[in-house]
């Protein structure tokens, strides 16, 4: 049989009593089970959800408490693996996202904006959050208003880490935007990224971008579209801060692509019906 979870909830008011409100009472054992179902999900990797969470005991003394049982959706069902899993999970894993800043496995961006919530409450207006998990092994969840608020900081720096520079070998298609010389006389061309605007520096050391100051000037300020080659660099994971051109390849201009007229024969199946066309084919062993 499945054991239980103990939530504690103490709120308090101006007045120094510990009654919490039944917005902050309730929504913060109902965030909680959104996030045993979350991770529920994400560790049935899209399958059925087996767990239904019942109030099995409320213990009235100050402050509140509610034990919570995992139930099986299906009658009969054996759910307590399912329910070991799911808990050590939540557990663990709030600990370590406080803690360390690391997304927890089992943790989508949903999960963590829950997490973030309970700490919220916790500042605003409730003087702590406790979840009891010793039934199952697991790390016990203790909140107060000090710890919530360096919590809270701890989840938005996972939510937005630090940018990361890195660099990789590759290619980046776009429009020349601007030619210039840098400070040692390198040709610079600002290529404008076809797929989401971006503008980025090319250089070289060497003959990477000889191509383009081949070409008359006339046609690099028309935004010639070219695709470049070698070193890129990235600020993040997203955007490209410069790229270290080792060659280019030019595109043709959009006038010098065939036309659908120039590539149609309206005579190319004899004045016949293409399924007639076919069959001709393979009659003759053709097609």
């Known amino acids: 049989m499945p054991k239980p979870i103990t939530f504690t909830v103490r709120g308090a008011d101006r007045f120094g009593d510990d009654a919490p409100t039944v917005e902050d009472l309730l929504g913060q054992i109902a ?70 800043g690391e997304r927890p496995l089992y943790f989508t961006d949903q999960t963590i904006d829950k997490v973030e919530k309970i700490f919220i409450r916790v500042t605003n ?26 919590s809270i900081e701890s989840i938005k720096t996972t939510k937005s880490p630090e940018p990361v520079a890195y660099k990789e070998l590759g290619s980046l298609e776009g429009y020349i935007n601007k030619v210039e010389l840098d400070g040692r006389g390198r040709p610079i061309v600002w290529l404008r990224s076809r797929l989401d605007g971006q503008e980025v520096k090319c250089l070289s050391d060497v003959a990477g971008l000889s191509r383009i100051g ?26 490209i801060s410069s790229i270290s051109v080792e060659n280019v390849h030019v595109f043709e201009s959009d006038k010098a692509l065939p036309e659908p007229a120039d590539i149609i024969d309206p005579q190319f199946t004899g004045g016949l019906e293409s399924s007639a066309y076919l069959q001709a084919l393979r009659a003759d062993g053709q097609a």
């Open 31 to 100: 965030t909680w089970i959104d996030v045993l179902h979350n991770i529920e999900s994400a560790v049935a990797e899209g399958g059925k959800p087996e767990l239904v969470w019942r109030v099995t005991d409320v213990r009235k003394n100050s402050p509140l408490a509610f034990e919570v049982t995992p139930y099986p959706a299906t009658h009969g069902m054996n759910v307590e693996q399912r329910a070991k899993k799911v808990v050590l999970a939540a557990a663990t894993g709030v600990k370590r996202l406080i803690e360390n």
């Open 125 to 150: 207006g409730l003087s702590g959050t406790a979840v009891d998990f010793s039934n199952y092994n697991a790390p016990n969840f203790e909140a107060t208003p000090e710890s919530a608020r360096w």
């Open 214 to 239: 081949h070409l008359e000037v006339s046609e690099v300020l028309r935004g010639l579209r070219v695709r470049v080659h070698g070193t890129l660099y990235y600020r993040d994971l997203e955007r």
